[in-house]
């Protein structure tokens, strides 16, 4: 091979290699969604947007409510007094006017006898949103036995097209429950739950967490052995008798976090008859230092209520 030859390769590959480092790579194919292994559902040629929306709000973390035409049904409990407001919302484009359906069965014993007061529920169709308030269940004189409201929403377009979410139930109960945890870096948990006067409360709680104070060891709902200044800052104030245990396990009942009335749960504790008004039940941990630390409670919340 003559050295012409082999300069002349030379050169060709040296030109080709700096083509491809001047030239910018041919940008990637985007990747078509329709063609993956889920598609989504605009990609099907029947599929039509949602037009109705059911939401529910006022019971808290865990029993309110969100629902679409695709979504599961939904079971709900709540208590006598409990109020929640249903609200039909308009899914897609603003020409969709939307309606609530539904019904309220409430059942009474008063001297032996039981009386059925069932409402049938059409709002009728009106520019999204639509909203009901649910009336408190009870039964003035007599006795509340069972309490129900079913309901869903529906929205209709410019076309006439109608689409309906399936039906929320609430339920009356004389027992409320709900179980969560509250962590060493949180501060105060709600429950879910709003207590009313004469509510019989229970708490009871296992776990355990470390305080995040090199050479203590970990501990449970009951905190550590000895007290603590409260006073001292980041602690929560005025805690009411007895004097809780440090990283213990705390309550309180307000309308909103950050309370001057905690009071000590640990373990277990009950409130035989809640005597103040309706307030949501808060937990945290007693620790100055929420979030140095590790670990959770886990409680569980039994709230009795007379009918």
Do not use: K
């Not at 989504?40 to 039509?48: F, R, Y």
């Not at 309706?278 to 620790?287: E, K, M, S, T």
């Amino acid at each position: 091979m003559s050295w012409t030859r082999t300069r002349l390769g030379i050169v060709v590959f040296g030109a080709l290699l700096l083509v491809g480092l001047v030239l910018p790579a041919a940008p990637a194919l985007a990747s078509d969604p329709c063609l993956s292994d889920n598609p989504p559902l605009s990609c099907d040629p029947d599929w039509q947007p949602a037009l109705a929306h059911l939401t529910s709000s006022g019971l808290g973390a865990g029993r309110d409510l969100s629902l679409y035409p695709t979504s599961e049904g939904a079971g709900v409990q709540i208590g006598a007094y409990e109020q929640p407001t249903v609200t039909a919302r308009a899914a897609s484009t603003s020409t969709v006017s939307v309606r609530l359906v539904g019904q309220r069965s409430v059942t009474c014993a008063l001297g032996g006898v039981t009386a059925i007061y069932t409402t049938d529920l059409d709002s009728g169709f009106v520019p999204a949103p639509r909203s009901y308030t649910m009336p408190a269940m009870h039964c003035g004189n007599g006795t509340l036995t069972t309490g129900r409201l079913t309901m869903h929403a529906e929205g209709r377009d410019d076309t006439g097209r109608v689409d309906a979410t399936p039906d929320a139930v609430w339920m009356w109960s004389a027992t409320l429950t709900a179980d969560f945890q509250v962590a060493e870096w949180q501060t105060d948990v709600w429950s879910g739950l709003v207590a009313v006067p004469g509510d019989r409360i229970e708490i009871n709680a296992d776990g355990t967490i470390w305080s995040g104070l090199w050479l203590h060891p970990r501990n449970g709902p009951e905190g550590e052995s000895g007290t603590i200044d409260q006073s001292y800052p980041g602690f929560p104030p005025s805690i009411t008798a007895p004097t809780p245990a440090p990283y213990s396990l705390l309550g309180y009942l307000g309308p909103s976090y950050y309370s001057n009335a905690y009071f000590p749960v640990g373990p277990h504790r009950v409130i035989d008859s809640y005597p103040g008004t309706a307030n949501r039940l808060w937990l945290r941990i007693n620790d100055n230092c929420p979030g140095n630390g590790d670990g959770a409670f886990n409680v569980h919340v039994i709230i009795n209520r007379a009918p």
